[in-house]
């Protein structure tokens, strides 16, 4: 191979740049960007365990006298990644670190050539490396005065994180085309990390279950199940047992050993072969769902909490869906359709609807309360519960909003686009990483993307790459896998261009 002098291949340290988010990734915290509307920053000592320790387990040899026979390792929890972060003090201003720092600091490491770094959504080709979370335990100010040196005041803080991981460019891929012929109205992953110890190796990412809309009509095509087993490169499908032909399946969720679909009135469910994860027979459950509250939406905090809102602002609960559902809300005091539900890992569940209807609980569905405010009277049809107190919701007519404080007060999100056209969905992969689903009135499809929290949105390259022209992205899904991968891996279920037929994307970042 002949050198050139325009050779690039190696990353160095002059491909890189600092963008600071202080108070960490959330709606309002601004970015700064390192030596224009922020000090200096350096990135020093980065350390990321991947175990805590790695001991052998040993027993005697049962042939051998003297001798020890390997039987497993004991592999204990790693420590939470560290770093140190410079900066250089600049003049006319109180540097940020000679104040005390108790909220956490996020820092975005873009990484790229031929591009304008200052550009924190497109000025990287790369990647980006995302310090999640630091906490601040130690500063070190160094010298501040001497008898004759004329160094550079700089300040280092020793940062504990609660992960480091990149994102890259989402190059989007249509998937399934010849399984497909009805709109996907729902998608989701179904994996379960493992290393080849306990079966195929999966990185969460394997395992993705579609489902399809019905044609309607007589004979008509049921609604389906399409799903693959290794990551898209190959499609199955499975038809739902019981499923009328004119039924239209609404949502899909794996919980557990099973998977679900919501039907007519009706839950659907089919257990997992527990090493392929190929579905079995469907069984109907109708138990404890009445017609006036027919459900609309799915969610799965656990096996044993499956949740489901309706209308009529009923709100069911599942410990065991082969038992059935109960009603934990019968439309006796809140009587609003409810289209989505969602919630986070510490018990808080958030349902939405129409005419503004927010309903939740922060107490894993023990009591529910409505909103004290509601920011518009318009069908809610998308809602992201990340915590008790910052939920996201989209509108029926294109617009998305956000409250930090459980619903005392909102924002508007403004975002090209906003006001035109249907907000599908929104789902989080990471603190960081987040993607908004909406079409415009024409219709035509888009997915907003942000990396730092919601504070910024992006439909364009370097972050969404090659996404088709299709008429409306009806959900989202993201991988419960570690953050590296969850963040860069994304699948797109909806309607394709010809505004009858479905279509399946999956999205995901390249790595060598």
Known sequence: MTNKITTDEIVSQRHKRNFLQWGGPYPGNRLTYAGVDGQYAAVDGVTVPEAGGIDPIWVPNPFVPGRYRLVGRSITPPDLASMTLMLKEKHRFIPKQLKPIKCPINIYEPTG???????????????????????????????????????????????????????????????????????????????????????????????????????????????????????????????????????????????????????????????????????????????????????????????????????????????????????????????????????????????????????????????????????????????????????????????????QNGGASWSQLTFSGSGTGQIYDIVSATEEVMYIAKDDATPTASILASWNGGQDWTTSSPRIVGLPVFDSPTRLAVPDAEPGTAANTLAVGGIAGDATDGILLIAVAASL
């Open 113 to 403: 050539t031929c591009k304008n770094p200052s550009d924190f959504l497109r000025g990287w080709s790369d990647y980006v490396l995302i310090y999640s979370l630091g906490l601040v335990s130690e500063k070190d100010l160094g010298t501040r005065t001497t008898w004759d040196s004329d160094d550079a005041m700089e300040d280092s803080l020793s940062l504990t994180l609660v992960s480091i991981y990149p994102i890259g460019s989402l190059a989007f891929c249509q998937e399934a085309s010849s399984e497909i012929d009805r709109q996907v109205v729902d998608v989701v992953f179904g994996s379960v990390e493992q290393c080849s110890g306990c079966g195929a190796e999966d990185d969460g990412t394997k395992r993705i279950y579609a489902v399809t809309k019905s044609s309607g009509g007589s004979p008509g095509l049921p609604s389906e199940v399409v799903y693959s087993l290794d990551g898209g490169l190959t499609w199955s499908q499975a038809n739902i047992d019981g499923m009328a032909v004119d039924e239209d399946a609404l949502a899909i969720e794996v919980a557990g050993q099973y998977v679900i679909v919501i039907g007519a009135d009706a839950v659907y469910y089919s257990e997992l072969n527990a090493e392929t994860g190929v579905p079995g027979t469907f069984t109907k459950v109708t138990t404890g769902i009445v017609a006036a509250g027919t459900p609309r939406d799915l969610y799965v905090a656990s096996p044993r909490e499956i949740w489901m809102c309706g209308d009529g602002g009923y709100v069911y609960k599942s410990t065991d869906v082969t038992a059935g559902f109960t009603a934990v809300l019968d439309g006796g005091v809140y009587t609003d359709d409810l289209k989505r539900i969602s919630g986070d890992d510490d018990g808080t569940i958030v349902a939405v609807g129409a005419n503004g209807q927010i309903l939740y609980s922060t107490n894993r569905g023990a009591t529910w309360t409505s909103s004290a405010t509601t920011p518009t009277a318009a069908t809610l049809q998308a809602i992201n519960a990340k915590s008790d107190r910052l939920w996201w919701i989209g509108t029926a007519t294109g617009l998305v909003y956000y409250t």
